[in-house]
């Protein structure tokens, strides 16, 4: 190893060198998806299904209600080329039973669940692949800050993309700059879930996923 390197470098590198040699390739695949359950005083729940395109294609999971919940009469589906939106309503309560994405488990990306009650009460989930439910009567909050901050943070520590990037931090950051240098890549990557997340800015899937491989 260079001598360049200073020993906390050294200490990291070896780090990472380990995490390659002893654990399984783990990454999000894609953005993740968001399901919105909105109360309305009618007794009915507007839902919203927000979920990428990986390729051209939707992964093969749907979101499923409680089980009072009634089906819906008809749904709208809109496709933007990055995502696809369907909108429906149904006779229901968010006061007990279970909400569940079905085919999660076979993913390797995350759900934003966002409740918002008839009384104005607001509850957030983040669901993933080990995780694909959670129970109505259970008062866990996630809020939207802090799960994204926890998700930007996991899919740098875990995604061997990420961890490759780090590596090439360590050998060109001056150690003295190298925490702000990662906290600003994570805070980065957790900025930009929330905004994709929620629709506020799109770009083609394409072109930006061959300039993150070129860089």
Known sequence: MSSTLTWLQQILVLWLGALFLTSPASAHEIRPA??????QADGN???????????????????VLPAQCAPPDQTRQEFSGAATVETWQTACRLDRGEIRIEGLEQTLTDVFVRLTFADGREQTRVLRPASPSFSLNAQINDSPASAYLRIGGEHMLFGWDHLLFVLGLLLLTPVRQLLW???AFTAGHSITLAITAFGLFRLPSGPVELLIALS
Do not use: D, H, N
Request: aromatic share 4%; proline share 7%; charged share 20%.
């Open 45 to 63: 729940v507007a839902v919203i299904w927000k979920q990428p395109v990986l390729s051209g294609r939707k992964l093969r999971m749907r979101p």
């Open 181 to 183: 240098v990662i906290t």
């Open 34 to 39: 968001a399901l919105g359950l909105t109360e």
